[in-house]
Structure formats: C-alpha cells, structure tokens
C-alpha cells in the first residue's frame, strides 16, 4: 500500500503541528506532500527541511491566495486538512472539494461563511468533507451508519472555557492573559479566545447545522469542564451515544484521515475512566456568554448573517488580543455589526466575500485605535 499524500495548509499552527506528528508515526500510510504557512517563514523552512514536501509556500505574501489554492488542489495530495485560522480558509475547502479530495476540516469557518457553496462544492467535484472538530468528529463516531433521520437530536459540549464559573463583572473586564489560559485545550489564539467568549461554540452549531443537516432547533450545547465526552447524539428511539477521550486533537486529525476505519495509534493518550474522575454537565450561563446565542440568531436569519457574525468577530478578537478592546467589548461590537449588517444577501461567494468585507469594515469603525 503506498502512503496517501496529505496537504496541510497552516502546516506551522497548533492542528498543523498535531497532524505532523500523526503523519510522523505512520509513515507507511502518510506523507505531507504540500505545506503553507502565513508569515512564519523560518518555521515553515523547518518543516520542509523535515519533511521533504514537493509544494511548499506562504500565503501571507503577493499572490498568497495561489499558494493555498495550489496545497489544497495539489496533484499528489489525497487528503487536504484545511488548518488555516478564519475565513481566509473558504476558497480553498472550496477548491479541495471541487478536485475532488477528501477535505480534513478544521477551518470551521469555511462552514460558518459559506455552508451551502461548501456542500454544493463536495457535490460538483466529489470531494468528501471529514470534521477535525472535536465534538463534531465525535458526532460523526458516535453517529455509526444511521442515517440522519434516526437522530432526534445532537449535544456538542463545550468546557465553558477560563471564566466558566466567574462572575459576570470579572468576564466583562477579563485580561488577555488570563483568557489565553485554556483549562483543558492548547490551541492557537485566536480559537482560544473564542472558547473564552464561546463564539467557538456557535460556530460549532453551525458546522454542525450543514454538516449533518440536521435543523437548528436539534442542536443544542451542555457545559461539561473536563472535555472528555466530545458530544452526545440523542436517537429517535431515545438511546443517546457519545465518544469520548483524553482531550487531543490528534485522535480526531486521524480519524479523519482515516473515517470509516480506524488505524492503530499508540501514541494518542488512552483514557482511563478511573484516573480521569467524574465527569459533570452544566447549563451555559448565557446571560455571561452571549456570543453563543447571537452567533446561532445570525446564522438562524439566513443570507450573509453567520459571515458578517463570523468576520465581526474575527476582527474584534484581532483588537482584543492587541489590547484595544476589553472582552466583553468583543461581543458588544459584534453584535452591533450583526444588527447593522445581519440582513444583507449571502447567496453567492461574491454576496458572501463583500458582507465579510463589510463588517469587517464596521468593526474597524467601532474601535478606537
Ligand atoms: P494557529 O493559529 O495555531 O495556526 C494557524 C495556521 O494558519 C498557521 O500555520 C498560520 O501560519 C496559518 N495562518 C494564519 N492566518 C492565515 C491566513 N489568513 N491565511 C492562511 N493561513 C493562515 O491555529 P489553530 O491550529 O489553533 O487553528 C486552525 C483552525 O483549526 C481554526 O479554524 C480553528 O478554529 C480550528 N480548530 C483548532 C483546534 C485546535 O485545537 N487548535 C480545534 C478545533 C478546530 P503562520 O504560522 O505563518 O502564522
Ligand atoms: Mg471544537
């Protein structure tokens, strides 16, 4: 059997970092054949160095959109795992979709922009759309060969993040380092700050909306701190099925690799139901969160709601993280954006790239520089 060649766009972050040490264990199955960074240059030269890639580049410079586009349509590359950070990851789950390729998506905001292009794209090219997504990798497991009508309802989890059980006022005012401190995930900053808010969560809803096609009103959230059951689905018959695991995101990079069959890996950590403890569920505190919600209504209103909820945030977590605007100012200018702007038309990528652009705009204009 030959090793399937696999191209990792943002091969230098945290998922990137996690898949090559997958592809690193089994190098009779797997072989990077294509890596991008955006502006880690030298980071990305260590990689190549190691691995031997037959494409590499850095999407940050002029003509940056090519080199995710040539990873992602890569003539060696049977598997694409999209690990790039926001919306600039659409086009090119887009472009892996319509070549053809199974697509590892961890760029969950390619699915918040534009869900309906990204479904249509897989059905055009045959492309395959496989979840990196913890809980919605977890979903997938526990969904078996069921067919999508024999779900009654889907229960993504979330940790609640570093300021789950703190008061309303010290959320509001939270500092960049404490909300940097995740309880359970090592992940890169900006989706660190989204669990912290839990935007990470509604665009979890979302993700999971088109890729299991099921409707709003049957997916729902429970805080669960330890982030060892990834989700639950609750059947029609009311048996309810959940993975779990030792949080690592590697266990879900393989899996999607591998989805249907399972490879064996000594290296993922294994659980031990004694060791890890109890396991408690919680309501989210939505009155503290409400970025959940307002994400979820944005999307709920059709059009380009879930893209300018997506970009608003994008561009208000870039502020925070630059220490122009408090936490509870990212979801103060977010919402503003999404009451300006949640109602304009989403059809089309151009529709959908313009509304991005837009709130982008609006959220630039909102903050003080
Ligand atoms: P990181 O910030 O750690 O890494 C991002 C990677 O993408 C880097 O290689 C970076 O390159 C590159 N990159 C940054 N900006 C752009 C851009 N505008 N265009 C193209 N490439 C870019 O992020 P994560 O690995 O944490 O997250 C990646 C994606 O996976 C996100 O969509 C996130 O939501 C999702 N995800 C992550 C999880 C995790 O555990 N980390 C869990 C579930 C989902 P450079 O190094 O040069 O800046
Ligand atoms: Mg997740």
Not at 40 to 59: I, M, Q, Y
Not at 235 to 240: C, P
Request: aromatic fraction near 4%; include cysteine; glycine fraction near 10%.
């Amino acid at each position: 059997m030959t090793a399937r060649g696999v191209a990792i766009l943002g091969a230098t972050g945290s998922i990137g970092t996690s898949a090559l040490n997958v592809i690193t264990r089994h190098p009779d199955r797997f072989r990077a054949v294509a890596l991008t960074a955006h502006a880690n240059g030298a980071a990305l030269g260590e990689l190549v160095k190691r691995h031997a890639p037959a494409f590499s580049g850095l999407s940050g410079g002029d003509g940056g959109a090519d080199v995710l586009l040539a990873a992602a349509t890569h003539p060696d590359a049977d598997i694409v795992l999209n690990a790039v950070v926001g919306a600039a990851g659409l086009d090119a789950t887009l472009a892996a979709l319509e070549a053809g390729k199974r697509v590892a998506l961890a760029n969950k905001e390619s699915l918040v922009v534009g869900g309906q292009l990204v479904l249509e794209a897989a059905r055009r090219g045959g492309g395959t759309l496989v979840p990196v997504d913890s809980e919605h990798s977890a979903i997938l497991q526990a969904m078996g060969a069921a067919p999508a009508s024999s779900v009654r309802r889907l229960v993504l989890t979330a940790s609640g993040g570093p300021f789950r059980a703190s008061p309303a006022e010290v959320v509001r005012t939270a500092s960049v380092q404490d909300t940097l401190r995740h309880p359970t995930w090592s992940m890169g900053r900006k989706i660190t700050v989204d669990s912290a808010t839990l935007a990470n969560k509604s665009l979890e809803v979302i993700e999971a909306h088109y890729l299991f096609d099921l409707p709003w009103e049957s997916i729902d959230v429970v805080v669960h701190p330890q982030s060892i059951v990834h989700s639950f689905v609750e059947f029609v018959d009311g048996s309810v099925v959940a993975q779990l695991g030792i949080p690592s995101m590697e266990l879900p990079i393989l899996y999607a690799f591998t989805h249907p069959e399972r490879l064996a890996d000594m290296g993922i950590p294994r659980y031990d139901p004694v060791a890890a403890g109890s396991l408690t569920f919680e309501a989210v505190r939505h009155d503290v969160f409400p970025m959940l919600a307002m994400g979820i209504a944005a999307a709920r209103r059709g059009g380009a709601g879930a893209a300018v909820f997506n970009a608003a945030n994008e561009v208000a977590v870039s502020h925070f993280l630059a220490g122009r605007l408090s936490f509870g100012g990212i979801s103060d200018v977010v919402g503003e954006t999404v009451d300006m702007l949640g109602s304009l038309a989403g059809m089309t990528r151009q529709e959908l790239l313009d509304a991005d652009q837009r709130a982008r705009a609006h959220v630039e204009g909102l903050v003080p520089c």
